[in-house]
C-alpha cells in the first residue's frame, strides 16, 4: 500500500518544495492549533504556498514566520514553506496534549528529512524514514508498528514522508493546497518560543 501512496505524492518532488513542514493534527481544533505552534489571536491574513516563498526571500523579512492553515475532515493541517515549527518536539507535544493526534513530514534544501509522530502529549518517533540507520543513535523510543518493515522511495523522500503521513493520519495532503490562497497565521520566531531551547528539541 505505501508504494500506491508514493506515487500519489510523486508531485512533492518538484523543484519548488525543496523545504516544506506539513502537519496534520487530530482531536484539536483550529484555535488549539494556533496556540501550540505560537500563533496570537490576531487577524489572520489569506496567502499562497508561493506568496510566502516570495516575503521569505526578501532579506527585510526578518522574523517573519507565516504559516498556512487548512481544516480537512476531523484534522488540522499546516503547510509551512521553508518553516520549521512542525518539526519541534515540543510544538508536537503541544498540539498532541489532551487526547490529540499529531504527525508531520519536514524536509529541507540539505536533504535532510523527518517524520514525527506524537500522542497525547508524547512524541513517539522521529526520525529520517528514508536513512539506512533509521532510528537516530540514543532515541529513547523504537520505531512504532506503522512504520516497521516499511521501505520509503529513497528517490522520492518527500513523496514517502507524505505517504507514510497519510498512512498513519488517513488524511490526503492536496496539492491543490499549496497553489491556491489559504488562511495564513504569523508565528514567533522559534528561537524566541521556548524557555528552555534544548529541552524543546529534546523527542
Known amino acids: 500500500m505505501l508504494d500506491t501512496l508514493v506515487e500519489r505524492y510523486r508531485w512533492a518532488e518538484q523543484d519548488a518544495l ?8 487530530a ?9 501550540a505552534f505560537g500563533g496570537s489571536t490576531a487577524p489572520r491574513r489569506v496567502m499562497t504556498f508561493r506568496q510566502i516563498g516570495d516575503v521569505l ?6 522574523s517573519f514566520h507565516p504559516m498556512l492553515i487548512v481544516s480537512t475532515g476531523s484534522c488540522v493541517v499546516t ?3 521553508t518553516g520549521y515549527h512542525g518539526s519541534i518536539p515540543e510544538i508536537a507535544r503541544r498540539a498532541s496534549a489532551d487526547g490529540g493526534r499529531f504527525f508531520s513530514a519536514y524536509w529541507d ?11 497525547d502529549g508524547r512524541v513517539q518517533v522521529a526520525y529520517d524514514p528514508v536513512d539506512d540507520s533509521r532510528v537516530p543513535a540514543g532515541a529513547t523510543v523504537p520505531l512504532p508498528r506503522w512504520a516497521e518493515g516499511v521501505r520509503p522511495d529513497a528517490a522520492a523522500p518527500g513523496a514517502s514522508c507524505l505517504a ?3 498512512r ?21 520566531d522559534p528561537a524566541t518560543m521556548f524557555d528552555d531551547p534544548e529541552a524543546a528539541w529534546r523527542p
Open 18 to 25: 525543496v523545504a516544506l513542514t506539513i502537519s496534520v493534527v
Open 27 to 35: 482531536g484539536r481544533s483550529e484555535e488549539d492549533v494556533v496556540q
Open 57 to 62: 526571500a526578501v532579506p527585510e523579512a526578518g
Open 79 to 81: 503547510i509551512e514553506n
Open 109 to 119: 534544501m540539505h536533504g535532510d528529512h523527518q517524520v514525527m509522530y506524537a500522542e
Open 164 to 166: 507514510l503521513m497519510e
Open 168 to 188: 498513519v493520519m488517513r488524511v490526503r495532503i492536496d496539492p491543490d493546497w499549496m497553489v491556491r490562497p489559504l488562511s495564513a497565521v504569523i508565528l514567533p
